[in-house]
């Protein structure tokens, strides 16, 4: 089945910096890779995701971008703001109604 | 719209006992899920449904069982309770599945501890 590995496990940046977080994943049949949030406390939300016939995707400070073929996907985050600080999971889809498989997760603090 | 709700918050079981974890969510959703979180482990699913009346095995299905009689309804039960499965239990549904790209909705959570 389909196995996703996220990095890093921790990311610490200054407020106003940037951050990425990258995943990568092992089933090349895989064309659905969103991107959750998790607030402490709170249920993961979705903050972007992407479908394998597009290689960038923005929504004002938060980017993904995709490379089927190294099969990995990353999360880029501009000018952090300490409300960015959470955890970050990334997730695929292998294919049809197969539920999606999450990464272990990435905590962020943006340090002020 | 309350969106996907869980009963209750916080539990304590002692090892052994037995408890039923309640999802409920108003959208209409046809998928349900229930996952375990785990530090350092991410999430991981432990059974799902595609619609009323069915359930279905995710990767952690062990000690545990589900049922899905109502569509808004997602019950999972722990007939045992073991330390093994104090953790962090999230429930979560969408429209359609994976690959179709619809967003997960979760819920707050239920924080399981077991003695």
């Known amino acids: 089945g389909e196995n996703v590995e996220q990095h890093p496990s921790t990311l610490s940046v200054q407020e106003g910096d940037s951050a990425v977080i990258k995943c990568t994943y092992s089933?090349?049949?895989?064309?659905?890779f969103p991107w959750y949030k998790q607030e402490l406390g709170k249920g993961p939300q979705l903050i972007i995701d992407?479908?394998?016939?597009?290689g960038e995707k923005k929504d004002q400070r938060i980017a993904v971008t995709l490379n089927k073929t190294a099969k990995h996907f990353s999360l880029h985050i501009t000018e952090t703001q300490p409300e960015d600080s959470a955890v970050y999971f990334c997730?695929?889809?292998?294919?049809?109604?197969?539920?999606?498989?999450f990464g272990k997760g990435t905590r962020l603090s943006v340090i002020a | 719209n309350a969106g996907v709700t869980q009963t209750p918050k916080f539990r304590v079981l002692k090892t052994g006992q037995s408890m039923t974890l309640l999802c409920a969510q108003d959208m209409n959703h046809e998928y349900m899920y229930w996952y375990r979180q785990d530090p350092g482990m991410g999430l991981r699913l432990i059974h799902y449904?595609?619609?009323?009346?069915?359930?279905a095995k995710g990767e952690v299905p062990d000690g545990y069982n589900v049922s899905r009689l109502k569509k808004q309804n997602f019950l999972l039960g722990l007939e045992s309770a073991a330390p093994s499965q104090t953790s962090v239990y999230f429930c979560a549904s969408s429209y359609t599945g994976g690959a179709s790209g619809s967003e997960q909705y979760f819920g707050p959570g239920t924080r399981l501890t077991v003695t």
């Open positions: 997730a695929a889809s292998i294919s049809g109604n197969t539920p999606l498989v």
């Open positions: 449904s595609v619609g009323e009346g069915t359930t």
């Open positions: 089933d090349s049949a895989s064309n659905y």
């Open positions: 992407i479908r394998s016939n597009v």
